[in-house]
């Protein structure tokens, strides 16, 4: 099914690799991100259109477009499963207590209603306004986007795993130890393959016609956290810079797992 989409998909790599991935640093503010999400709802990515897609085409937009940067995946797959839902105006909460991009019309398990919470910053995702405080229900919302935010928020942890991924190996080809790149020892490819064998599973369960979501966040979580933790360790010191990606994609990681189980009664 996927490749019946390739054409569709191509064009959202196209996307993350020369608009997202090149200027990742600089998208670590709610202001930037929220100019390239102009630019996505002009390509029409966040349109009913868009929803028309088969499911699976939709969990590979929002994955491909977090290889290039959390946030900005991250805030299509909520436009998306909200604007399915009936609740496009709305804004997700999580815990009753954290809301995801405003606070005015906002809906949390099966109620909407409004925010009274301060703009806090957060660790990772910082491309995403975030609110702490309280939500005050005011009815019911005739839809429960719950399992399709986590669906697509579970998309944006792999696309992130695969982001470190991406930026580990070029590092590991580029970076000499005693006198040989760092890829050439063995522990290195270990980590990169595993790496990227556990994400590519992760995908895989995910695009799955009979997944099960609960049972598939561990796997994600576990296979997103190992790539991230081993990117940095690659990177040595610099993995912590806020100079290099590999700290923002392991930051997004984080930030993404305390999301999605709280979703996940698992």
């Known amino acids: 099914m996927m490749e019946e989409y390739r054409e569709v998909l191509g064009i959202y790599e196209e996307f993350s690799y020369k ?39 939709r969990v590979g937009i929002v ?7 959390g946030s900005t995946g991250v805030l299509v797959g909520t436009a998306l499963a909200m604007l399915e839902n009936g609740l496009s105006d709305y804004a997700p909460v999580h815990g009753g207590t954290l809301a995801r991009g405003g606070t005015q019309q906002v809906y949390y398990s099966g109620k909407v209603g409004k925010f009274n919470g301060e703009e806090v910053q957060a660790v990772g995702l910082r491309g995403i306004r975030w609110y702490r405080g309280e939500f005050v229900p005011e009815g019911d919302a005739g839809s429960r986007p719950d399992e399709r935010l986590l669906l697509y928020d579970l998309a944006a ?38 790496g990227y064998a556990r994400l590519k599973a992760s995908e895989s369960l995910l695009l799955s016609e009979d997944l099960n979501l609960n049972s598939a966040v561990w796997q994600v979580v576990d296979a997103a956290t190992f790539m991230t933790e081993k990117a940095t360790q690659i990177f040595g010191g610099y993995g912590f810079i806020n100079e290099y990606p590999v700290s923002k994609y392991m930051r997004d990681a984080r930030m993404l797992r305390s999301l999605v189980l709280r979703y996940a009664y698992v």
């Open 19 to 57: 608009v997202l991935k090149p200027k990742v640093l600089e998208l670590d503010s709610p202001d930037a991100v929220e100019g390239v999400m102009r630019e996505l709802r002009e390509m029409g990515t966040i349109s009913e259109e868009v929803n028309e897609l088969p499911l699976g085409v």
């Open 63 to 69: 994955l491909t477009l977090s290889r290039g940067e």
């Open 157 to 194: 942890l792999v696309g992130v795993g695969f982001a470190a991924y991406d930026e580990a190996l070029r590092y590991s080809r580029e970076r000499k130890a005693f006198g040989r790149p760092v890829y050439e020892y063995e522990e290195i490819r270990r980590f990169l393959n595993e």
